[in-house]
T-cell receptor, first 116, second 115 residues
Framework: GAVVSQHPSRVICKSGTSVKIECRSLDFQATTMFWYRQFPKQSLMLMATSNEGSKATYEQGVEKDKFLINHASLTLSTLTVTSAHPEDSSFYIC????????????FGPGTRLLVL | AQKVTQAQTEISVVEKEDVTLDCVYETRDTTYYLFWYKQPPSGELVFLIRRNSFDEQNEISGRYSWNFQKSTSSFNFTITASQVVDSAVYFCALSEAERDDKIIFGKGTRLHILP
């Protein structure tokens, strides 16, 4: 299998605080990890692509200082929403592709962020 | 520009009926990949299929089948003998060979299977 986990699954925080979301590939080494954002009843929008040990590549319109991504190992990437505001409330989903495999993305279960 | 259109926003069918979810795509690349993902109420995206642009053979996997027609730029998904557990949002998606790590998702079709 290709299992990707995210932690936490759900988080509520106050406006102005920072929130860190973890994405782990549990049974494979991930060449690349991706972060998506999904608003209610909307499609997934790619935010950034990260490769282990290098800086993330952000999509147009995504603030890199707002959404900090760290990809410290082949099995872990983190997304930190800094100084979160209510408009950052969303469903954040990560995905990963296997090292040496086809570039099929395997998705995590998502993290629901609510900023009050 | 690349684009994926899922014209059906929401579909409801009675259990055991067959249902087809439409997907039309646009791309300038000659090499590209098409996907279908299922997103149940829990939120986790489940990979269903990946098809490259050179493989136009239709595929069947159990009750699922896919019809890839390059002539009409369509990649439709059919569920045969639908079941309540098939209720979910289904996303069609596209990536181009030039940047095959970037998946462009359609807006999704919300499928309700009624008992």
């Amino acid at each position: 299998g290709a299992v990707v986990s995210q932690h936490p699954s759900r988080v509520i925080c106050k406006s102005g605080t920072s929130v860190k979301i973890e994405c782990r590939s549990l049974d494979f080494q991930a060449t690349t990890m991706f972060w998506y954002r999904q608003f209610p009843k909307q499609s997934l929008m790619l935010m950034a692509t990260s490769n282990e040990g290098s800086k993330a590549t952000y999509e147009q319109g995504v603030e890199k200082d707002k959404f900090l991504i760290n990809h410290a190992s082949l099995t872990l990437s983190t997304l930190t929403v800094t100084s979160a505001h209510p408009e950052d409330s969303s469903f954040y989903i990560c995905s990963a592709t296997r090292q040496g495999g086809q570039k099929t993305q395997y998705f995590g279960p998502g993290t629901r962020l609510l900023v009050l | 520009a690349q684009k994926v259109t899922q014209a059906q926003t929401e579909i409801s069918v009675v259990e055991k009926e067959d249902v087809t979810l439409d997907c039309v795509y646009e791309t300038r690349d000659t090499t590209y990949y098409l996907f279908w993902y299922k997103q149940p109420p829990s939120g986790e995206l489940v990979f269903l299929i990946r098809r490259n642009s050179f493989d136009e053979q239709n595929e069947i996997s159990g009750r699922y089948s896919w019809n890839f027609q390059k002539s009409t730029s369509s990649f439709n998904f059919t569920i045969t003998a639908s079941q309540v557990v098939d209720s979910a949002v289904y996303f069609c998606a596209l990536s181009e060979a030039e940047r095959d790590d970037k998946i462009i998702f359609g807006k999704g079709t919300r499928l309700h299977i009624l008992p």
